[in-house]
């Protein structure tokens, strides 16, 4: 069975830090592009980073850049996102999801405002205090 489970996620303090998870079974996340994308009740889901299969690209939704970091670990089938000085509007259930990343183009920002991925995950919830 193919599936992505997060984990990580929690009540913080302003200004605190969470690692949020992304654990893949059921295949290898060598040749796929990996995205995090959150929702808050009431709005649209945003893509809010990716990965490139190799790690070697990432790519970070204005609202995050700075205190937000992608990376995975392929050998343990893992991918990370580190979320620092998080803030209120942080507060939202994360999900990541996986596609096959084309072998003839790669853009981050493709990925991460119209990529269409094949699996995601259940989401966690991320809970930021004021």
């Known amino acids: 069975q193919l599936q992505l489970v997060e984990s990580g996620g929690g009540l913080v303090q302003r200004g605190g830090s969470l690692r949020l998870s992304c654990a893949a079974s059921?295949?290898?996340?060598?040749?796929?592009?990996i995205g995090w994308f959150r929702q808050a009740p009431g709005k649209e889901r945003e893509g809010v980073s990716v990965i490139s299969s190799s790690g070697g690209s990432s790519n970070y939704a204005d609202s995050v850049k700075g205190r937000f970091t992608v990376s995975r670990d392929n050998a343990k089938n893992m991918v990370y996102l580190q979320m620092d000085s998080l803030k209120p509007e942080d507060t939202a259930v994360y999900f990541c999801?996986?596609?096959?990343?084309?072998?003839?183009?790669?853009?981050?920002?493709?990925?991460?405002?119209?990529?269409?991925?094949?699996?995601w995950g259940q989401g966690t919830q991320v809970t930021v205090s004021s």
């Open positions: 999801a996986a596609v096959r990343q084309s072998a003839t183009y790669y853009s981050g920002d493709y990925y991460r405002l119209k990529g269409q991925y094949d699996y």
């Open positions: 059921g295949f290898t996340l060598d040749d796929y592009v």
